[in-house]
Structures are given as C-alpha cells and as structure tokens.
C-alpha cells in the first residue's frame, strides 16, 4: 500500500513513463513511483516520491545527508557526487546526486540516484513545514538518458491547492 505524503502534490509524468505500484516496484514506503518504459540490463529506471511532515527547522541539506546515511547501510557503496540548494527563501529546495553499487533482483548493480528535496508548508496549516523528495533511480549507463525527463518532471511539482481538505 502506498505511503500517503504530508500535503497534496500535482505534477505531470514526462513521455512514455507510467505509474506503477510502490509496493510492485520494490519501493514500498513510496507514495508514488513511476516506471521508464525501457530497462537497462534488467534494471527499470524509477520515479519515486514520498515525504514527512518536518517538525523543526532541519535544513535540507541535512535531511538529505541524513538519506545518504540511511541508503549507506542498504547497499554495497554510495558516494555523494554532487549537492546544490536551489529554489528560493520562500520555496527552498535541495539536490544531490549519488552513485551507489547495490544488490538488485541478486544482481550487483552501478546505479545513479537524483535526489529533489522540497520544502513545502501545509496549506490547512502553513505552520507545519512537509519536506517532499523526488527520486530518480537509473542505471550508471541509462542515467543520462532518463536525467532530462526527470528535470521536465521535477518542474511540474507544485502543491495541489485545488485537493479536498
């Protein structure tokens, strides 16, 4: 079953990308995940979404480090090849980019991860803070591929102001 994210989100999928379910795609504390239509040596690249309500005022270059030490203890290596803040003070983001060998499916894999962090204010309560990551996970040789439709997707995300309270 799908995690459900702090606030309402709206955002559009780019190209032949197509939802598929978290628990499906090997990423069951996701509430969304989307699949690349062509795989690479057996890998699927992957979208995934999922967030938390963020109570203190943690910046986001330390949650997403906090990430990359959770992600260290699941797979074989992980290296942090590049982080930049971005967005603006009201609608502040984080990026990094990771390059990690896992075990996928028994299969030792060279793996490229994207990582978004946005921090969003609940629209009910702007005083609760909810911290959005958008993921994109690829082969080390597809990776370049699929990183322009994951930037496309990444500019769709906004909140959903029209979702039921």
Request: proline share 8%; charged share 20%; glycine share 6%.
């Amino acid at each position: 079953m799908p995690a459900a994210l702090p606030v309402p989100i709206q955002f559009e999928l780019p190209g032949d990308w197509r939802a598929a379910p978290p628990d499906e795609a090997g990423a069951p504390g996701a509430a969304f995940v989307a699949r690349y239509p062509q795989a690479d040596a057996g890998f699927t690249a992957n979208i995934a979404i999922d967030g938390e309500y963020r109570p203190d005022a943690v910046p986001l270059s330390e949650i997403a480090h906090g990430s990359v030490e959770r992600l260290a203890q699941a797979v074989t290596t992980v290296e942090v090849t590049s982080r930049r803040e971005i967005g603006s003070e009201d609608a502040p983001g984080f990026t990094q980019t990771l390059a990690l060998s896992a075990v996928v499916g028994g299969v030792s894999r060279d793996l490229v991860q994207a990582q978004v962090y946005l921090s969003m204010l609940d629209i009910a309560d702007p005083r609760k803070r909810a911290v959005i990551r958008l993921v994109l996970t690829a082969t080390a040789s597809q990776y370049p591929y699929v990183l322009s439709d994951f930037q496309a997707f990444v500019r769709t995300v906004r909140p959903d102001t029209g979702a039921a309270l």
